[in-house]
């Protein structure tokens, strides 16, 4: 993991903690929460670095829909916490932190 800033990249993995159930967040929310400004580190940092115990699928694009690899079990997962998606993506005026 040469070159990556691991203090950032728990900061990140921290924020994905906090997002309430039934609630969702960008890549781009979530990496300025924790003090960065790259929503593609905050993906890698997801794809990478996070265990079971992080609630990885309350993050979203921006657009609502899921990566095509993780869209089943992600709206799976939040639909099971009251997220539902309508044609494959979430209302993120609905979902979305502070929205």
Known sequence: MSGVD????????????RIPPGQVATYGDVAAAAGGNSARFAGWVLSNLADDEI???RVLP???????????RQLELLAAE????LDGRVSM???RIGG
Not at 82 to 85: E, K, M, P, R, T
């Open 6 to 17: 691991i203090e950032l990249a728990h900061r990140i993995l921290d924020a994905v903690c």
């Open 55 to 57: 609630p990885w699928h």
């Open 93 to 95: 005026r609905r979902y």
């Open 82 to 85: 009251g997220v539902l998606a």
């Open 62 to 72: 921006v657009s609502g829909r899921p990566v095509p690899r993780l869209a089943a």
